[in-house]
């Protein structure tokens, strides 16, 4: 990819990508890259992409699954209408408050992320604003492959939603103590003494995230606690 196109709603505000240009010479085809850069879109989590030979161009919207004709660069979509058709896609307002930890910035920039983790976590952020718009469960799921950075991913969702004000509670869950001690120390890095470990002889009622292994939790204990009926009803459906 040669350009990622991002909207921008503030100097204070996180860009969200949504188009993505692949540059190729001026004598090939307009449409020449645009295989190439759908591939690249489906990676980077972007809906309209578009191939150029710096002098016509060509569109093709993830959206509607259209490819328009070539077209001259003066026809080129503005901010102003990308963001109009991202929204109506999405189903939500970039400026509505659900949408609020999609915008709201990386702590220390974004230097420490990869394209693909930001795919996932902007992913997350718009799946929860679409559905809280349609009235459906406030749920997403990512399938992520060994090495991705699922702690990375899962510690970022949650601070950019604290910084959002939009936190109350999280259970981080994982399947290796090795885990559970680099999410905890991820975590707590961020939110410092509101992180603890726990376990069913240890509920840690007063914590604001809560960090845990499948195999010491005690659901029945901790059902209360967490209202872990919900979580466990989470993947119904998927």
Not at 187 to 209: C, E, H, T, Y
């Amino acid at each position: 990819m040669d350009y990622i196109l991002r909207l921008r709603l503030s100097e204070t505000t996180q860009p969200v990508a949504v188009a993505i240009v692949e540059a190729k010479a001026e004598y090939a085809p307009p449409n020449q890259g645009l295989e190439q850069v759908k591939r690249y879109g489906k990676l980077s989590n972007v809906p309209f992409v578009y191939s150029s030979n710096g002098h016509l161009f060509v569109e093709y919207d993830a959206f509607t699954g259209k490819t328009s004709k070539p077209k001259p660069l003066s026809e080129f979509s503005t901010p102003q209408d990308l963001q109009a058709r991202y929204e109506q896609h999405k189903g939500f307002k970039l400026d509505a408050e659900i949408a609020k930890p999609l915008l709201t910035p990386y702590r220390g920039g974004e230097a420490s992320r990869r394209y693909y983790q930001d795919a996932a976590i902007r992913a997350v952020f718009e799946k929860i604003a679409s559905c809280h718009e349609s009235n459906e469960a406030l749920r997403a799921l990512l399938s992520l492959a060994t090495g991705a950075g699922k702690t990375y991913i899962a510690t970022q969702i949650l601070c950019r939603i604290a910084d959002a004000g939009q936190l109350r509670r999280a259970l981080f869950i994982c399947d290796r103590t090795e885990l559970r001690d680099q999410a905890s120390g991820g975590l707590k890095g961020i939110f410092g003494d509101d992180v603890a470990v726990v376990s069913g002889k240890n509920p840690q009622k007063n914590a604001r995230i809560l960090v845990a292994t499948y195999q010491t939790l005690d659901f029945e204990s901790v059902m209360n606690v967490l209202a872990m009926s919900v979580a466990l009803s989470f993947l119904t459906g998927f």
